[in-house]
Antibody, heavy 117, light 107 residues
Framework: QVQLQESGPGLVKPSQTLSLTCTVS??????????WSWIRQHPGKDLEWIGN???????HYNPSLKSRVSISVDTSKNQFSLKLSSVTAADTALYYC?????????WGQGILVTVSS | DIQLTQSPSFLSASVGDRVTITCRAS??????LAWYQQKPGKAPKLLIY???TLQSGVPSRFSGSGSGTEFTLTISSLQPEDFATYYC?????????FGPGTKVDIK
């Protein structure tokens, strides 16, 4: 059974960089066949797809965030990561990582990130 | 970006009711559509992909149909555990986008 777990700071100051890591267990990122995604949900609101990465390192990003977002993979640790720069209060959200066939068939529990000074 | 709309945005129903939710895409997406169920405090759960294929382990009272720009999710007989918010997602082209959700509440 594949499991994903997000980790990282729950509080980030405005203008700083949000950094999250997703640790995958029960399956190997390097085995291929899947994309690995980040999705966020503003409190009580819609789901927003942020981007994904393949085990080779190939990425796709949401153009609305593209200038600020970076997703990377560390196959040796079976982890993938999200960096979002120059954050504002509008980036306060619940951040999920997921395994994509696509679609997203396994999700982490989510991590709430608040942007505040 | 491909925009998705869902209707209704909210519906109130009783246990045993047949429920239908519609998702419309701003342009044709073939059958590249998935449906998710989300309960409060939980991550979304994949119900249906490729418009009509039931994800493993999902009860058969859930079904999906449609192609192109109009899709439906049907729950044939609503159960107490089905009260939740349902989202569609298009997977035809990047960026993948989600619909705004339909909240199914108890009448």
């Amino acid at each position: 059974q594949v499991q994903l777990q997000e980790s990282g700071p729950g509080l980030v100051k405005p203008s700083q960089t949000l950094s999250l890591t997703c640790t995958v267990s029960g399956g190997s990122i390097s085995s291929g066949g899947y994309y690995w995604s980040w999705i966020r949900q503003h409190p009580g609101k819609d789901l927003e797809w942020i981007g994904n990465i393949y085990s080779s390192g190939s990425t796709h990003y949401n153009p609305s965030l593209k200038s600020r977002v970076s997703i990377s993979v560390d196959t040796s640790k079976n982890q993938f990561s999200l960096k979002l720069s120059s954050v504002t209060a509008a980036d306060t959200a619940l951040y999920y990582c997921a395994r994509d066939r696509p679609p997203s068939d396994y999700w982490g529990q989510g991590i709430l990130v608040t942007v505040s000074s | 970006d491909i925009q998705l709309t869902q209707s209704p945005s909210f519906l109130s129903a009783s246990v045993g009711d047949r429920v239908t939710i519609t998702c419309r895409a701003s342009q044709g997406i073939s059958s590249y559509l998935a449906w998710y169920q989300q309960k409060p405090g939980k991550a979304p759960k994949l119900l249906i992909y490729a418009a009509s294929t039931l994800q493993s382990g999902v009860p058969s009272r859930f079904s999906g149909s449609g192609s192109g720009t109009e899709f439906t999710l049907t729950i044939s007989s609503l159960q107490p555990e089905d009260f939740a918010t349902y989202y569609c997602q298009q997977l035809n082209s990047y960026p993948f986008t989600f619909g705004p959700g339909t909240k199914v509440d108890i009448k």
